[in-house]
Each structure stands twice: as C-alpha cells, then as structure tokens.
C-alpha cells in the first residue's frame, strides 16, 4: 500500500498532479449520478421527425464532470422496415487515451421482432449510463413521447447525492422520539414517587376528619375517590385518566374531579 497526498505548489517542478488525483478530492463527497438541482437533468424529449432533444444538466461519473448548457438535438437511424428495435441515449465517459472525453450520444439497438435494450458498456476506460430508452418501431418516421422511457434516477443513471443526504428527516424523529421517551420515562418516576407520598398525607388527614364528618359527607367523598383511577400533574394543575376523558379548550380534564 502507498500514501497519496496533495496539493503542494511545485518547486522547479518537483510536485505534478494528474486529472485523477485533483478529482479524488470528492471522493466521499458526491456520489456519481445526474445532478437534480442542475438545468433540466438531460430530460429527453421528442423532436421532429427522428430527432430527438436532450435538455441541459450536469453530472458527475467515474470522477469526471459533464455539463450540457444548451438543448442537444441527436438524430435516431432510419427505422427497420420490418423489425423493431430499442436505441439508448447515453452519457458517455470515454477516459482511453485516444479519445479523454464525454459526450452525450446514441446507442442503436439491435432490430428484432421481440427486442432488447442495448447492451450498456463499463469497463476500464469506456463507461456508458442511460438518460432514456427509445422504442423505434418498424417504419416509424415520427418519435412521440410515449416511445421514450426516461430512466434518470433509477439504479441505471441515479441522481449524484452527497454527504447531506446521509442525515435524513426520519433519524431526526427518531432522536426527537428517543429524547421524549427518556423524558416521559423520568417523569413518571417522579410522579410515582410523588404520589406515593400525597397518598399518604391524603389517606391521613382524610382518617383525622373522618369521624367529624356525616354519612352523606364521607359517602359523598369516598365516591369521588372511587371514580379516580390516576392522577397526574401538568403546569400545576391535577387532571386524572378515569374511563372518558372531557375537553376544554385544549385541555383534557377529569370529570370525575368536577
């Protein structure tokens, strides 16, 4: 294994960086796809005739950049007379020495009473992404919305992400549940705790005044207490859970406290 490193400013020309290693700096950052927030994301629509039109966009693929700032018109292959066939408009990231360029073009499919897409390329120096599929029909001379199959976005072509995209609105709720749950949790403690010890005093007084009170008084008490399941306390205020809750305002309250 090595260690890579840059950038430094080059002295008599000691320090040189290639294409490759100035990208690297993004690895980890964006992931390759068609960027969402960019142009039109190659959108490819009909034209006239054979023609078809692929929108503006930008992406990046196999550390290299692709911007189309303008409509691109490409022109499909006269249609069979008696097949039909599937074309391709791909991205294409050609990185041979040869060549060292992108470009947006079409892939003509193999005619066929049944066919097939074309076989998408991806090796060491040629790599190809669908932005749509085309369905040439035998002796078509018109393209039409409904013949082409956009599959930006998909595993075939996805949309670039970054880091962001890692921190999602669902692992917020959850943290936000976590905490309040933790809270709740300590809450009920300390009222258990507490009502334990009002229990007590209650139950107490409630004895030193019992015999000064008449049948009906204790009666009437007593059955008070005996609609009361539980009882909690919110900003001060004592509320409890018997069997039907009522709502005033924005506040349940215990009838049976009433």
Known sequence: MAITYGFYNAVDEDRTYSATEFSSILDGVVEDGVFESIGNKFAVSAGSGLNINVDTGRAWFNRHWTLND????????????????????????????????????????????????????????????????????????????????????????????????????????????????????????????????????????????????TEDEAAAIQAKLDKVTDIYVLNTTLYCTPSAWTVSGTTLVCPSLA
């Open 70 to 213: 303008s409509v691109l018109t490409l022109e499909l292959k006269t249609a069979e007379s008696v097949l039909n066939r599937y074309d391709a408009v791909i991205l294409e990231i050609d990185e041979s020495l040869s060549v060292r360029a992108n470009g947006i073009k079409i892939l003509t499919g193999t005619p066929s009473l049944k066919p097939t897409y074309p076989t998408i390329k991806n090796n060491e120096t040629l790599h190809q992404y669908p932005l749509a599929y085309v369905y040439v029909g035998a002796g078509v001379t018109q393209i039409t919305s409904g013949n082409i199959k956009s599959v930006i976005g998909t595993s075939r072509c996805p949309y670039a992400s970054g880091t962001l995209n890692e921190v999602t609105f669902t692992n917020i709720v959850d943290q936000l549940v976590a905490q309040f749950n933790s809270w709740l949790d300590g809450l009920s403690t300390t009222y258990a705790n507490w009502r334990e010890e009002e229990s007590e005093l209650f139950t107490t007084w409630f004895k030193s005044i019992e015999g000064q009170l």
